[in-house]
């Protein structure tokens, strides 16, 4: 089955500096990846997506690439904010055939 | 819409009691999903449900059972809780199994087991 490595475990920023968290799958055929950001004591919230028929996309300060190739995805924050302060996993799916699989999650600490 | 609903939201139990933690969703979502948190380890997948009438089994199914009701509905049972399921469980739900299906969380039980 698909299986999501993520890295780094732990990242500390300044403020107003960028932040990129990386995560590799292992199934070719994995097709959507969604980024969720959780808040201490809060649930996980989607923040981003990216499907495997887009190499990049841009929320604001917020942007996810994908590399079918290598089979990684990247997390780029920019403009760091004390409020990104949070634990961001990284996911991926095959479609229609089984549900998401996570990453073990980064706790990204931005500090002021 | 409340979206996905959990109860309860806190519980302590001893070794060896059972419970059962209850999901509903009120988005008319096909497919619903039961994880566990536990530090370090992300999001684990116990049980899911791709429709009303069928259930699959997650990464870590041992020690638990599901029910799903109905559509809205999913509920999942410790019938001898052991202090290894202390945990954080999250139920989720999506559309369907479709490509691009985001995942709706519940806001989580807190279980620990004594």
């Known amino acids: 089955g698909e299986n999501v490595e993520q890295h780094p475990s732990t990242l500390s920023v300044q403020e107003g500096d960028s932040a990129v968290i990386k995560c590799t799958y292992s199934?070719?055929?994995?097709?959507?990846f969604p980024w969720y950001k959780q808040e201490l004591g809060k649930r996980p919230q989607l923040i981003i997506d990216?499907?495997?028929?887009?190499g990049e996309k841009k929320d604001q300060r917020i942007a996810v690439t994908l590399n079918k190739t290598a089979k990684h995805f990247s997390l780029h924050i920019t403009e760091t904010q004390p409020e990104d302060s949070a634990v961001y996993f990284c996911?991926?799916?095959?479609?229609?055939?089984?549900?998401?699989?996570f990453g073990k999650g980064t706790r990204l600490s931005v500090i002021a | 819409n409340a979206g996905v609903t959990q109860t309860p939201k806190f519980q302590v139990l001893k070794t060896g009691q059972s419970m059962t933690l209850q999901c509903a969703q009120d988005m008319n979502h096909n497919s619903m999903y039961w994880y566990r948190q536990d530090p370090g380890m992300g999001l684990r997948l116990i049980y899911y449900s791709a429709s009303e009438g069928t259930t699959d089994k997650g990464e870590v199914p041992n020690g638990y059972n599901v029910s799903r009701l109905n559509k809205r509905e999913f509920s999942l049972r410790l019938e001898s809780a052991a202090p290894s399921q202390t945990s954080v469980y999250f139920c989720?739900?999506?559309?369907?199994?479709?490509?691009?299906?985001?995942?709706?969380f519940g806001d989580g039980t807190r279980l620990s087991i004594l």
């Open positions: 996911a991926a799916t095959i479609s229609g055939n089984t549900p998401l699989v």
């Open positions: 990216i499907r495997s028929n887009v």
């Open positions: 989720a739900s999506t559309p369907d199994r479709g490509v691009g299906q985001p995942q709706h």
């Open positions: 199934d070719s055929a994995s097709n959507y």
